[in-house]
């Protein structure tokens, strides 16, 4: 059974870096072909895919948030980890790490293992 934890602080102030881990057990985030996202939710609003990072260890943003966005990872740790810069009060939400099988299903949002998601507010 895949788990996916979030890990982080739940209050970044504005102009900072917001950085939340993903901690994954019962498999590994080099396997083929998994695509280890980042997706957030802000209060009253839809998921918001933010970005992946591959098995292979390539990563594709969210054209939107790619200027702030750098997803990297530790594989000794199996982990990944989301930065997210200059954030602002709109930065505000539940941010998820997930698993989807395959490039299509990242890019469609179909996951088959999400972490239970972290509370990030944005305030000063």
Do not use: H
Not at 20 to 34: H, K
Not at 35 to 48: A, F, T
């Amino acid at each position: 059974q895949v788990q996916l934890q979030e890990s982080g602080p739940g209050l970044v102030k504005p102009s900072q870096t917001l950085s939340l881990t993903c901690t994954v057990s019962g498999g590994s985030i080099t396997t083929n072909f998994y695509y280890w996202s980042w997706i957030r939710q802000p209060p009253g609003k839809g998921l918001e895919w933010i970005g992946y990072i591959a098995y292979s260890g390539s990563t594709y943003y969210s054209p939107s948030l790619k200027s702030r966005t750098s997803i990297s990872r530790d594989t000794s740790k199996n982990q990944f980890t989301l930065q997210l810069s200059s954030v602002t009060p709109e930065d505000t939400a539940v941010y998820y790490c997930a698993r989807a099988v395959g490039r299509p299903g990242a890019m469609r949002g179909e996951y088959d293992y999400r972490g239970q998601g972290t509370q990030v507010t944005v305030s000063s």
